[in-house]
């Protein structure tokens, strides 16, 4: 997480009372590829699941699934794909989340634990955001932040949440109260995340040696015998789909302007922007180790050179100690509460061009220029008006396909039925091909509901309606293909790379062994350009840092880390390279940082092994609760 990240953290102060980030994006729609619902029958107050017999309703789930979708959003600065949706199993981890929530209060409850009103209240009126001064900010104002959050949040809900998140706290306290860390993991574990070496590398990559490679049918043959179960084929299943299409049917959607306007009126608030202004920043950190008093020094040097005429941006590039500082400090456009109190304060009371005294903030001590100002305004109608027609094109689309597939889920009863009911309409019915549960159906693309609904179906029956990236679809399921492994014909081309690799990588690996043996005798870069490849350099790096050509790797930090400075490793290999390593510079951790980071680092290592017990503890627990899951519902939500 960057600094600015950090800085923004109002924006995030929810998060551990709601579990998932509440932000301001605001979604003026849900692409039907996103809807977490769908509309097709379930009913906000339904059970997805119940928890010894407590039901955990649609509503609650769309609404956490709502949240995390716009802090998804604004992560990936608005855009998202069904791929990342997808790949990232948004739907599958809020429910996995609201049964883990109900699952701990259940057990929390068994062992007789509560959470009193006053206890709640303590808790809510010394939380940050609910505080200006270091003061609550009274009844009133605590439920204006909560609707002014995107999307508005009922203080009843949010503190039902909190309510839970206070009975977690307590019984996670209750059973790790015994992990406990020793002075010398705390150590080791200081020193392997604070340990840097800097490095001179050979790279052999197998691509460099396999050029010219041809392995002959008995060698294909060989390596497949010898790894059979590295090209075993999942289960795969086929169907026949009616697509409801809901993209077609946006395409064929009139909006008047009257729509458009009175859309926009409705939603005059998703374009209004408060004042916002942008600012540079020079940081000088705190914490972490460093001298208080030593960063407050440095900071008034900088303020002098800075208005003594100094490049502004140029200083920040060389001397800021955050993530702004490639940027010449700038921290962009924000507005007043997205920074902390302090560094906004400052920032709103200049105009353009000044520069602020020193501010020290939680993060350190901050040197601010102010670059330009935004007044608060609206965006006119013109500009989103092709926006807002969109948005009614699909909502009136959506409309529409639910029209006709409730119409068409009254006349499917078989299989049989889907061709019927297609030609009555002008529809199609057509076939997936065969595909894994991962894999994209054809026509469809990825549709994790439909996936679902093929591997849990019985053959030749129907499925109730099932949302996809286009619309409304009824599946049959018409063929099952078990979990084999293929014949050597049907992977061959896959068997032939892996061979050519695995016998570029020997190759790679006897001409790094040579290499390796001349560095020894004489110049490292002069053996490695004898051997053909070009030397690679690091900075100062950790482990779990990406090397070049090669990534992040375990096999090359335990080499590397365990070299002095000066000394050469033997030949790494990884999976498609063989690496040799110098190490040119290394910085160790002197006795100084380690008594003051192992304190912290105790804390952080306390803290992950309670967890990890915790989560081990809570799974052994929920194998004995009655845990209930709506099949129905969950198809019905898109990828679960």
Do not use: C
Not at 57 to 65: A, E, F, I, P, S
Not at 319 to 346: H, I, Q
Not at 524 to 533: M, Q
């Amino acid at each position: 997480m960057t600094m600015l990240d950090r800085m923004r953290r109002h924006k995030a102060w929810l998060k551990w009372s709601l579990g998932l980030v509440v932000v301001t994006f605001v979604l003026l729609y849900v692409p039907s590829f996103l809807d977490p619902v769908g509309g097709v029958g379930t009913n906000p107050n339904d059970a997805i699941v119940t928890v010894e017999g407590r039901p955990l309703t649609v509503g609650t789930y769309q609404r956490l699934y709502q949240q995390q979708l716009m802090s998804v959003r604004q992560s990936y600065g608005g855009q998202i794909t069904e791929e990342m949706i997808r790949q990232l199993q948004i739907p599958q981890r809020v429910v996995q989340q609201m049964v883990d929530e109900e699952a701990i209060v259940v057990t929390a409850e068994r062992l007789g634990m509560t959470v009193t009103d006053a206890e709640l209240r303590e808790r809510i009126v010394r939380m940050p955001g609910f505080q200006e001064n270091g003061v609550f900010i009274g009844d009133v104002r605590y439920r204006q932040v909560l609707a002014f959050q995107r999307p508005p949040v009922r203080a009843a809900d949010f503190e039902a949440q909190m309510r839970k998140g206070l009975l977690s706290e307590k019984l996670q306290a209750a059973v790790t109260s015994w992990v406990h860390v020793t002075g010398a993991e705390a150590e080791s574990e200081y020193r392997r995340q604070n340990e840097k070496v800097k490095l001179e590398m050979a790279v052999f990559t197998a691509g460099q040696f396999s050029s010219g490679l041809t392995p002959t049918d008995a060698q294909i043959a060989a390596h497949f015998a010898g790894n059979q179960e590295t090209y075993r084929a999942p289960e795969k299943r086929r169907v026949r789909y009616l697509l409801i299409d809901a993209e077609a049917l946006r395409a064929t959607r009139v909006v008047t302007p009257a729509e458009v306007e009175t859309r926009y009126r409705d939603n005059l608030a998703q374009f209004t922007t408060p004042e916002q202004v942008r600012a540079s920043h020079i940081l000088f950190k705190t914490g972490e180790g460093k001298d208080e008093a030593k960063q407050k020094s440095a900071a008034n040097a900088m303020l002098v050179r800075v208005k003594a005429g100094g490049d502004f941006a140029a200083l920040a590039k060389q001397y800021s100690e955050d993530g702004s500082a490639p940027m010449g400090g700038d921290l962009n456009f924000f507005a007043r509460e997205a920074m902390v109190k302090p560094f906004s304060d400052a920032a709103f009371a200049m105009q353009p061009g000044q520069i602020s005294d020193v501010v020290k903030s939680d993060f350190g001590f901050h040197i601010i220029k102010t670059t330009e100002r935004r007044a608060a305004g609206a965006q006119p109608l013109a500009d989103v008006r092709a926006q807002l027609e969109d948005q009614v094109k699909f909502e009136k689309a959506q409309t529409e396909a639910q029209t006709i597939a409730d119409a068409a889920a009254k006349e499917i009863d078989d299989p049989t039925d889907l061709d019927r009911v297609a030609a009555s309409r002008n529809l199609t019915v057509s076939d997936s091909g065969l595909f894994s549960r991962e894999e994209p159906l054809a026509g469809l693309g990825y549709a994790p509901a439909v996936a679902s609904a093929a591997f849990t179906m019985e053959l030749n029956k129907v499925s109730a309606q099932l949302r996809t990236s286009q619309g409304i679809a009824f599946v049959t399921l018409t063929e099952i293909k078990p979990p084999a492994i293929p014949t050597l014909d049907e992977v061959k081309t896959k068997v032939r790379e892996d061979v050519i690799r695995v016998s570029a990588v020997a190759l790679a690996a006897t001409k790094a062994a040579g290499m390796a043996q001349a560095s020894a005798r004489g110049s490292f870069a002069a053996a490695a350009k004898a051997a053909g490849v070009d030397v690679k350099t690091t900075e100062l790096i950790t482990r779990g840092t990406p090397y070049p050509e090669v990534g992040v790797n375990t096999a090359v930090d335990q080499a590397v880390f365990a070299l002095a400075k000066g000394a050469t490793s033997g030949t790494i290999q990884t999976d498609s390279a063989v690496v040799v390593a110098r190490v040119t510079d290394r910085t160790d951790v002197t006795p100084e940082a380690l008594a003051t980071g192992t304190p912290q680092t105790s804390d952080q290592v306390l803290q992950q092994r309670q967890q990890d017990f915790f989560a081990a503890y809570m799974t052994k627990a929920k194998l004995k609760m009655k845990i209930i899951f709506n099949e129905a519902a969950l198809r019905t939500i898109f990828g679960s």
